[in-house]
């Protein structure tokens, strides 16, 4: 790879740009400003409010008291509002950025995190995997509309990414379809964007050095094809270093605030997935303490009147805090590499409680991942998006075979329309039929795809 115009050190004032990529000409209301007005689209929006009963780790069903993905996603945001305030006073303090600007970087991170998770399908990262394979199958098989699909551009669909699809959901499907999506700022999309490039890029970056990828902003892809001028729009705004692939495809440094997003997303599922372990029986008390406890801020409150759980509520509250304190510190830390686009590591993982968190990961994989209820659902959800996609296949291929004209399509495919509500808009050829299909399988809800797959089944 190679550095278009030579190495380039970023610009905070470049960088915390809010202005809209897909809505220009509009002035800023200082009383409510973009990043504000992100925060509020994105939260009143169907695809965040659908994160209500997506899987996050345990399965949904079995106690009231866990998590799912919209609670995780409000819990980084108020995570990610803290690590970009003390951040943010930093920068202040440093001169990167103007008096009082360290709010608007808080609230930058913050609407960055509640989209976060937004492109997720349902089942977790059990159910991208089940679509991912799906699809490489019908591409193995090389028959109908996916012998159309060019092969940089299945790169696409194995696997399915979901941090692509979320740039696709907030760019293009949500509000304004097809008209800038829900137009959020340059920066909060430059924050929400870990990987800055598509995935015929990402493949040729880690072709080139071994099938690993050479920087961190590589190790997936954050666009499809379809959003690519739109990612190219938002990172020459916010002036991310651009780059060359050996395939002559552009890519770009990650915006520094990414870093922070991920930070906050690190924090959350690794402490809270221990208290969510403890309440599904997964953990013991004293395994959850041990592995929280070089995490937490030092105290001396008296938790002898404390239940267990009230017990590790608190240590819950106290790790997230020096958590939040050692991320703080590691951007201070790195913030020159950071700044030039040449830090490639995780916040948590270079911090000091990196060794603490790599103890929780290692348990989490052990015990939680492979508890017998999450088990059962990944099956139960991966027969279930199977089915789906099986269904609702012939649509888009009778949609193909009627020159993509939705009008006349035979009566079953056509019932088929009206029961899922299928939106066929926008799909003139086999790319955009398949991506087609991955916006209506990866929008569905646990409960929905269980629902459908029953119904295309005929099952009773």
């Not at 009143?44 to 995780?72: C, E, G, M």
């Not at 976060?116 to 159910?127: M, V």
Request: proline letters at 3%; hydrophobic letters at 40%.
């Amino acid at each position: 790879m190679r550095t278009i115009n030579g190495p380039k050190t970023l610009d905070w004032h470049t960088l915390i740009n809010t202005d809209r990529a897909a809505d220009t000409g509009r002035e800023e209301d200082p009383l409510r400003q973009n990043f504000v007005q992100d925060a509020d689209r994105i939260t009143f929006s169907a695809p965040f409010r659908r994160l209500a009963n997506k899987t996050q780790v345990h399965p949904l069903y079995d106690h009231d008291h866990l998590r799912h993905r919209l609670i995780h996603s409000v819990e980084v945001a108020s995570v990610g509002r803290t690590l970009g305030m003390k951040v943010g006073s930093w920068l202040e303090t440093q001169g990167h950025i103007a008096k009082g600007e360290a709010a608007k970087v808080a609230g930058i991170v913050h609407a960055a995190c509640l989209a976060h998770d937004i492109g997720n399908p349902p089942f977790g990262h059990s159910g991208e995997e089940a679509i991912g394979g799906w699809f490489k199958e019908k591409f193995a098989q090389n028959e109908g509309i996916f012998a159309q699909v060019a092969p940089e551009q299945r790169h696409e669909f194995t696997p399915l990414e979901g941090n692509a699809q979320g740039f696709r959901i907030v760019t293009r499907l949500e509000m304004y379809r097809n008209e800038g999506g829900m137009r959020l700022s340059n920066a909060v999309l430059g924050a929400f964007t870990k990987y800055p490039m598509t995935a015929s890029t990402s493949a040729a970056l880690k072709a080139d050095n071994g099938g690993r990828a050479p920087y961190v902003g590589a190790k997936k892809f954050g666009a499809f094809h379809s959003e690519y001028d739109t990612l190219k729009e938002v990172a020459q705004a916010l002036g991310l270093p651009e780059e060359t692939a050996s395939d002559g495809s552009l890519w770009w440094r990650r915006h520094p605030l990414v870093y922070l997003v991920e930070a906050a997303d690190d924090i959350c599922y690794n402490i809270v997935d221990l208290e969510d372990g403890f309440s599904a029986g997964d953990l013991s008390l004293e395994r959850v303490e041990d592995l929280l406890s070089p995490l937490c801020r030092l105290t001396n409150r008296d938790q002898s009147a404390y239940t267990a759980y009230e017990r590790i509520s608190y240590m819950r509250a106290r790790a997230i805090g020096g958590a939040i304190d050692a991320c703080v510190q590691a951007f201070i830390d790195n913030h020159s590499s950071i700044l030039s686009g040449q830090f490639s590591g995780e916040l948590i993982a270079v911090s000091d409680k990196g060794a603490a968190f790599e103890k929780i990961k290692q348990t989490a994989q052990e015990r939680l991942f492979t508890a017998p209820r999450k088990t059962k659902l990944e099956i139960q959800g991966r027969n279930a998006i199977r089915t789906v996609l099986d269904g609702v296949l012939p649509v888009y291929a009778a949609l193909a075979e009627n020159n993509w004209n939705s009008d006349g399509l035979p009566d079953y495919e056509a019932q088929l329309v009206r029961a899922l509500s299928l939106d066929l808009r926008g799909i003139t050829d086999s790319y955009t039929a398949l991506h087609g299909m991955s916006d209506f399988i990866t929008g569905m809800t646990d409960r929905y795809a269980l629902e459908a797959a029953r119904m295309v089944s005929g099952a009773a």
